[in-house]
């Protein structure tokens, strides 16, 4: 399985940015997947996902309302389309993968088995 992110960048605060991750290797569809970020110095932390089949997404209560994650099963794509961007978002984006991922561990990094590269966000204010 490999998870390809991209579209990280320099911007501005207040900019937005869309963020990518095609899936090649398995199945995309009903898996549970998410994007995660890293700051320097901070451990990883959860952003946003979906669970299985839920067409309900989650979010971390730090992005609620400016962060939007979609998928494109058709495309083995994950997006996470990026508001107001704030210098506190800079990090670098990680796509992840859970085929036996259970609700309870949706934000756990650990229980993520596939992790793509990750694409560094900048912001500056």
């Known amino acids: 399985v490999q998870l390809q992110a991209s579209g990280g960048g320099l911007v501005q605060a207040g900019d937005s940015l869309r963020l990518s991750c095609t899936a090649s290797?398995?199945?995309?569809?009903?898996?549970?997947v998410g994007w995660f970020r890293q700051a320097p110095g901070k451990e990883r932390e959860f952003v946003a996902g979906f669970f299985r089949w839920n067409r309900n997404p989650f979010y971390a209560d730090s992005v609620k309302g400016r962060f939007t994650i979609s998928r494109d099963n058709a495309k083995s794509t994950l997006y996470l389309q990026i508001n107001s961007l704030k210098p506190e978002d800079a990090a670098v984006y990680y796509c992840a993968m859970s085929p036996h991922g259970i609700l309870s561990n949706l934000k756990i990094p650990s229980s993520y088995d596939y992790w793509g590269r990750g694409t560094q966000v900048t912001v500056s204010s």
């Open positions: 290797g398995r199945p995309f569809s009903g898996i549970t």
